[in-house]
């Protein structure tokens, strides 16, 4: 990560492996569908690019059907490779069809790799361009596909394309300088540092920017590239900065149709702020930990590949990830500043934990084409070790705390298998499933003590030596894709899913007494998925999405409590809930853009979730009732609706708007029964028994409206303007909303975003970026309650200039400045941040 980009995003975020079975889909031209539904926002790019591809596997007759004379004709110089292709091919194509990973097994940096073409036949037709479908598909004149694709770089202007026929019409020679693109060596550079002085809350600084004040130094990016004979390339590549903790560093050695070998390791750092919260009525300030909550995340890994011509493409891996050092938690403890006025104290108080994570993971991964069946199996092995300490000085008063500390470990196995293959020319088949078993252990202990005192022994509160829990899931699916038939499509799967759930454990409790706990939790489900989706009218996309889905849980929870008592007196919890879920969404909307200048998006979501519960009253067995929640909930219904409008637009050359609004309603109703509570005789005291709740309620209700709007403008020469800006308006309000102590959690959020380029010569370039968001969710209810809302402002700044002082050389310096204030805190975690950054950039070939 570069040293800006911490600063300037407000929730940076950075890659890890996930512990669950999700391979990457082999680039094979066709689309790879998970073993669970993908993303809404990712599914309609999903099905556009599997309905192209199918149309371009189709036959070759395709290509000849295109009409040649829609394509630039072809340059009349004589082209030189080195300085006509080369920079096209580098900037255009290398990205995606590069020694690499090429995608649709086509490489352009080699010419016998490229005229061989990829998984789709012969791109390249020497002597023939306008017969070639690389040709074609630059020029963007075949529907079928068009590159580079949307988002992956800007199509090639006509005089780009017009040399590139040349090239193969003369030959497509490489030149004489090598056989394939890049010189044997290359190497890139960029030491950097940083400056950053902070004025007020230090730890809510780090906890923004992901770094810490003061000095620091290295280097932020560096790059090899060795292509140590035609075939065979060494690459490594990472960053390093000295005060920080951030480093990374990966290296790989590629063998093409043989194999690789790679490893890497990286970490960076988490912060977190020490502070709590703030209670003006108690006239003091929030209450801190007085320490550095500091969490260090890194990773070592490696991976042998095996890619030989004709055979299954495998990978065995190792991985270790761990997680080490201390973290604030949100789940802040009480205090009270009197006792004596406030016994039940405020959750005000912050608790931090320490932690050691390390987690070990074997994976082995199997891709293969078999006579067009794709099949593609994952396993991955996990083993997971826990251990963590929180600690809360002052519960109640300074001079009491609490410690509780947590071991958990097991081992987490996990195999996916998925089959493709095309049957038809419109009809696509997949399939997969996924099977996991987990068994784990686990134990904690809770102890009360006095810091101030240590001659007072500790009160053992809570612990349990053993928690087992075991745990096995099957997933299994179906997908289709069918089309296109003159503009419609169709794609639909199902899914089910099967798991349970053990839990056994061994406590003392209430006093050292010891419980005993059984738990299991059997789980089925099941999943339909239909969409449509239709081209076929002018400037029109239409799309309709439909998703049923059913649930049953069998969940049995018990403890028993040996008090010594007769049985009739002992302690003890019962729960047995059979629950049914069933959610029905539907998607739809259109896209249409009857001028180029002029593109309208309408999209609409309308789901329903009913939740259905049947399960017997929590009790304590012997002469006093249990507590009947939350079985007394008989049912809950989730309604959701969302409305999305996007309009994007063009007047002029020089600007480009895109206007977007949302508006998002979500109800939550409840179905309860009539329970048997203790009350007392208003006349005699004595206690009796009646009926309470029963019936529906409207348990919540959140609605949110968001509107944004984005500019570029390129008015005037050698300047690139833009900005965006969204207003979200939201409202959560609950059934509880009755007591004084709690009120809507309301408010809105306002964000800018903005950024300038200045190119004052070919050498000298300006840039310059504000950020700043503004929230107001602050709750007046101090006086009868806790204040949980936060109300806050932020901005960033960042200037600087880059020059280039060599053809090899590139150097800039950036200014940074960074204000944070927040009034529900009454200051306390405000500061003010200066910020001076350095980097020079080489490149040594």
């Known amino acids: 990560m570069s040293i800006q980009s911490k600063l300037r995003h407000q929730n940076p975020t950075r890659p890890s492996l996930s512990a669950h079975i999700s391979p990457e889909a082999p680039h094979t031209g066709q689309t790879r569908l998970r073993l669970t539904p ?123 394309v017009s040399l590139l026929r040349a090239w193969i019409d003369q030959g497509a020679q490489w030149g004489d300088d090598s056989a394939s693109l890049g010189s044997s060596v290359s190497l890139t550079l960029s030491p950097a540092i940083q400056w950053v002085h902070v004025d007020g809350n230090v730890s809510k600084f780090r906890e923004h920017a992901w770094m810490r004040e003061g000095w620091a130094g290295g280097v ?92 299954p493409t495998m990978t065995l891996g190792y991985e270790n990830r761990s997680r080490r050092g201390n973290q604030a938690l949100g789940n802040w403890g009480f205090f009270s500043a009197d006792p004596a006025i406030d016994f039940n104290g405020r959750g005000i108080l912050p608790v931090g934990q320490s932690i050691d994570e390390s987690t070990h ?42 410690r509780e500390r947590e071991q958990a470990e097991h081992f987490n196995g996990s195999n996916a298998l998925r089959l493709e293959r095309q049957l038809q020319d419109w009809l696509l088949l997949s399939g997969g499933y996924l099977y996991s078993s987990l068994d784990g252990e686990a134990g904690f202990t809770q102890e009360y003590f006095v810091p101030n005192d240590p001659t007072i022994p500790v009160f053992a509160g809570d612990f349990s030596n053993q928690i087992l829990l075991k745990r096995t899931a099957h997933v299994m699916n179906a997908n289709a894709q069918l089309g296109p038939w003159d503009g419609l499509s169709f794609s639909t799967g199902v899914q089910g899913d099967w798991s349970r759930q053990d839990g056994l454990g061994d406590a003392a409790t209430r006093g050292g007494l010891p419980t005993r706990y059984d738990s299991n939790t059997k789980r089925s489900g099941f999943e339909e998925r239909f969409d449509v ?59 249409i853009s009857p001028w180029r200048a002029v593109s309208l998006q309408v999209s609409g979501k309308r789901s329903d979730k009913r939740n259905e519960y049947d399960h017997l009253t929590d009790l304590d067995f012997g002469a006093t009732p249990g507590n009947a929640y939350p079985a007394f909930i008989q049912s809950r219904d989730l309604e959701n609706d969302q409305l999305d409008l996007k309009l994007v637009t063009r007047p002029w050359r020089w600007l480009r708007a895109t206007v977007g609004y949302q508006v998002n309603a979500m109800d939550f109703t409840t179905q309860t029964a009539a329970i048997s509570v203790f009350d007392a005789d208003p006349v005699t005291g004595d206690p009796i028994i009646r009926s309470a709740g029963g019936g529906s309620l409207l348990a919540g209700e959140y609605d949110a409206h968001t509107t944004s709007l984005n500019t570029v403008f390129t008015l005037i020469p050698n300047l690139y303007l833009s900005t965006t800006f969204s207003y979200t ?63 806050y402002g932020r901005h960033g700044i960042l200037t600087g ?42 490149a040594l070939k």
């Not at 794709?374 to 251990?387: A, H, P, T, V």
């Not at 709690?742 to 310059?768: K, M, Q």
């Not at 310096?813 to 950039?841: I, K, S």
């Open 38 to 160: 993908p993303p809404r926002s990712a599914r309609y790019a999903t099905q556009a690019l599997a309905l192209g591809l199918v149309g371009l596997a189709a036959s070759v007759a395709v290509a000849a059907e295109l009409d040649e004379s829609k394509l630039p004709p072809a340059s009349t110089q004589i082209v030189d490779f080195n300085r006509d292709i080369r920079p096209i091919l580098e900037n255009a194509c290398m990205r995606c069809h590069g020694a690499e990973k090429p995608k649709s097994k086509f490489r352009l940096d080699d010419r016998e790799a490229a005229l061989k073409g990829g998984s789709y036949g012969v791109q390249i037709e020497p002597g023939r361009g306008g017969q070639s479908r690389l040709i074609h598909m630059v020029a963007r004149v075949d529907a079928e596909l068009e590159m580079p694709p949307e988002g992956k770089g800007e199509p090639l202007t006509k005089e780009q």
């Open 533 to 591: 989706r239709y081209t076929a009218i002018p400037f029109t996309v239409v799309h309709l999405e439909t998703r049923f889905a059913q649930e049953q849980t069998d969940q049995f929870e018990r403890s028993d409590t040996d008090t010594g008592a007769p049985p009739a007196e002992e302690f003890s919890f019962l729960r047995n809930t059979d629950a049914e879920a069933d959610l029905k969404e539907f998607r739809g909307g259109f896209t």
């Open 729 to 791: 308006d939201s409202e959560l309000r609950t059934a509880s909303n009755i007591d004084d102590a709690i009120v809507p959690y309301a408010g809105d959020i306002y964000s800018v975003l903005a950024s300038a380029t200045y190119t004052l010569n070919a050498e000298t370039s300006l840039r310059s970026s504000y950020s700043y968001s503004r929230a107001d969710y602050g709750q007046d209810n101090a006086a009868t309650g806790l204040p949980l809302g936060v109300a």
């Open 801 to 842: 200039v880059t020059r280039q002082f060599h053809k090899n050389m590139t150097g800039s310096l950036q200014y940074g400045f960074f204000r944070y204030v927040e009034p529900t805190a009454r200051g306390m975690n405000d500061y003010t941040a200066h910020a001076v950054f350095a980097v020079v950039n080489i």
């Open 220 to 311: 932020s990016q560096f790059s090899l590239r060795d292509r140590l004979s035609k075939d065979t390339t060494l690459t490594a590549e990472g960053h390093f900065l000295g005060n920080q903790r951030d480093f990374d560093f990966k290296m790989s050695l590629d063998k093409r149709d043989v194999g690789f070998v790679r490893f890497g390791v990286d970490q960076y750092a988490r912060y977190s702020s020490e502070n709590g919260g703030f209670y003006e009525p108690y006239g003091i300030g929030a209450p801190t930990l007085d320490r550095e909550m500091r969490l260090d995340l890194g990773r070592v890994w490696a991976e042998v590949g095996l890619t030989l011509p004709d055979w």
């Open 361 to 402: 993971v074997v994976k082995f991964d199997l891709t293969h084409d078999l006579n067009g069946t794709w099949i593609d199996d994952s396993f991955r092995g996990e083993f997971y070790d826990l251990k963590t300490q929180r600690e809360t000085s002052g519960w109640f008063s300074p001079g009491s705390g609490e």
